[in-house]
């Protein structure tokens, strides 16, 4: 641990920018090189290897792979000599330090960028509100409740500080109790972001998974701590969330469809929609870049941290294990972000990125391009998650965060299905998603989330929350043929594990969520598998035949006009 962490000052955040080289792309007769530019569907048939054969529903399958040849390599290591030599300088340095000295090093590293980041994305959240909407937040209250829940003082907060908002979304007055009521609520949460930092404290303290590289100034991504990047960012994402407060306020969460030919084969239609009251929903690079910038304020700089609360329980599954022969799958990787803290601890990996937004799936690409030439791989693959073009039993491990929320529920079911093909049997599924109604009971936020399930869908345009929130994940994914291993909470997201059986084996009956606080999940340590062939892409055509997937009767309605 190098003591510039011990600087680690100005934790703004900005979307991760490659450094390096862009990686090569790949042609083979198995893998066509593709653009992932917003260029109109690329829609092919494929076949899927052996077993799929005779799936031939049309759909988008571009591929391409990050290319770690020895050439590749060769080149990427000279772009990475500097960076080489200073993780070693830092090894060395890090082998004659103290123990303590260097559990104080990281601490004090760790505090001083969460901080800074809770901070910067705490002042973009109330900036936000005081300029779109009428609730005159109360900036000193909340410096106060801040105080109060980082030093961890027992005083009630209805004594302690005047509300932190007195107005409801509307601008309508609140009643004194009703205001005392909301600042609790929102100083119980406060206190939740709290804890999942100095869990993640733990975690790092203990070597359970490293110091995030993007926290790390000598390791992050240049832009994440270049004022003027951070300064332009900042500056784009505040005009942008003007346009969001308009089409929230006029409850134009399918705006998409405006401009979006209907397609099923290429976007279903649960997916033309302004998710978040989004600019552009998933589809243009500017939504993409804005993102994380805005998950990130809406969570207070938390959402990576909830984010890499699976990763102990990955590093459990890869105690033991060759990461160079090991197949990991992300499902909707959106802009990257998780996959690349799972590949910093597992460099050689061999990841696969699923992505349905061509734009989301090339800033996976750029985010992730700081670990070319490490020993691992990346395949980028723009495909409907429902209908994913990989073979049977293809990975080790597959990782999914943050959509089912976003799924219908009979696409849940399918998307569930489809992760538990592709999984070897022995394999897991690290599944990242947010609370449910009932969770919470063990820290006394049961209320809290249901208050906050209960607002967030009509205020985020979340238009399948809901009915996700009261979906019964365990029994979904058993239904699957996964069976659950463990769960735990962090703050408003939990992670799920799930296995499959080998042959024979028998899934348990649903068990009832359980929660763990720390991974305990048994390493299965699956059977030498034959490996399956990589997906085969073919040239585009137009297919005949494709699957529609029908939202379930009892979906919440989504308002607005289809025009198709
Ligand atoms: C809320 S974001 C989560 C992204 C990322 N995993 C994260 O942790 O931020 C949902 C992502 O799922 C993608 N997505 C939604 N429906 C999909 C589908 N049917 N197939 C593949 N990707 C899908 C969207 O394009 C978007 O990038």
Request: net charge negative; charged share 25%.
């Amino acid at each position: 641990m190098t003591s510039s962490r011990a600087h680690a000052i100005g934790a703004a955040f900005v979307a991760a920018r490659a450094r390096d080289r862009p990686p090569e792309r790949v042609t083979s007769p198995n893998m066509r090189a593709a653009s992932v530019a917003p260029a109109p569907a690329r829609i092919g048939a494929h076949r899927r290897a052996q077993t799929r054969a005779s799936a031939t529903s049309k759909r988008i399958v571009t591929t391409f792979a990050v290319n770690t040849s020895a050439p590749a390599r060769e080149r990427a290591s000279g772009s990475n000599a500097l960076l080489s030599a200073i993780d070693d300088l830092r090894d060395r340095i890090d082998g004659l330090l103290p123990t303590e000295a260097k559990t104080a090093a990281v601490r004090a590293s760790y505090t001083a960028s969460i901080g800074l980041r809770f901070a910067f994305f705490l002042s973009q959240g109330v900036l936000t509100s005081r300029s779109n909407d009428e609730r005159n937040v109360d900036v000193g209250a909340i410096a106060s409740v801040v105080a109060r829940v980082v030093l961890n003082t027992d005083e009630s907060s209805s004594s302690a500080t005047a509300p932190i908002v007195r107005k409801t979304m509307d601008g309508g007055d609140m009643s004194e109790e009703q205001a005392q009521e909301v600042s609790e609520f929102l100083e119980q949460h406060m206190g939740a972001i709290i804890d999942v930092f100095k869990r993640e404290l733990e975690f790092v303290e203990n070597g359970v998974y490293k110091f995030p590289y993007d926290m790390d100034p000598s390791t992050a991504p240049a832009a994440q701590w270049n004022p003027l990047a951070v300064a332009a960012l900042t500056r784009a994402h505040q005009r942008d969330q003007k346009v969001v407060a308009e089409r929230r306020k006029e409850k134009k969460g399918q705006e998409l469809r405006e401009t979006y030919m209907a397609d099923p084969k290429r976007y279903p239609d649960y997916y033309l929609q302004n998710f978040h009251y989004q600019t552009d929903g998933w589809l243009s690079a500017k939504s993409a870049q804005l993102y994380d910038f805005q998950v990130e304020t809406l969570f207070l700089g938390s959402a990576d941290a909830m984010r890499r609360r699976a990763l102990p329980y990955i590093a459990d599954f890869m105690r033991n294990r060759d990461a160079s022969t090991t197949k990991h799958l992300d499902v909707a990787s959106g802009t990257g972000r998780f996959l690349s803290f799972v590949r910093d601890n597992h460099p050689e990996l061999q990841s696969t990125a699923l992505e349905l937004s061509p734009h989301y799936l090339e800033a996976t690409r750029k985010n992730n391009a700081r670990f070319n030439g490490k020993g691992g791989s990346l395949r980028l693959v723009e495909a409907n998650a429902e209908d994913m073009p990989l073979a049977d039993e293809e990975f080790d491990m597959v990782t999914n965060v943050y959509l089912f929320h976003e799924l219908p529920r009979a696409v849940r079911k399918t998307v569930a299905k489809e992760m538990a093909r592709v999984l070897k049997p022995g394999g897991k599924l690290f599944f990242v998603d947010s609370v449910q109604i009932g969770d919470g009971k063990e820290n006394g936020m049961e209320g809290a989330f249901e208050l906050a399930l209960d607002r967030f869908p009509a205020f985020n345009h979340e238009p399948y929350y809901k009915d996700y929130a009261v979906t019964n994940l365990i029994e979904l994914f058993e239904e699957a043929g996964l069976k659950h291993e463990a769960t735990a909470t962090a703050w408003v997201s939990k992670t799920m594990v799930f296995s499959k059986p080998f042959d024979g084996q028998q899934l348990e009956a649903a068990a009832t969520t359980m929660t763990v606080e720390a991974p305990v999940a048994e390493v299965v340590v699956p059977e030498a598998v034959v490996e399956t062939p990589a997906a085969i892409v073919e040239e585009p055509t137009i297919a005949e035949t494709a699957e529609v997937v029908e939202d379930a009767d009892d979906e919440p309605p989504v308002e607005g006009t289809r025009k198709f």
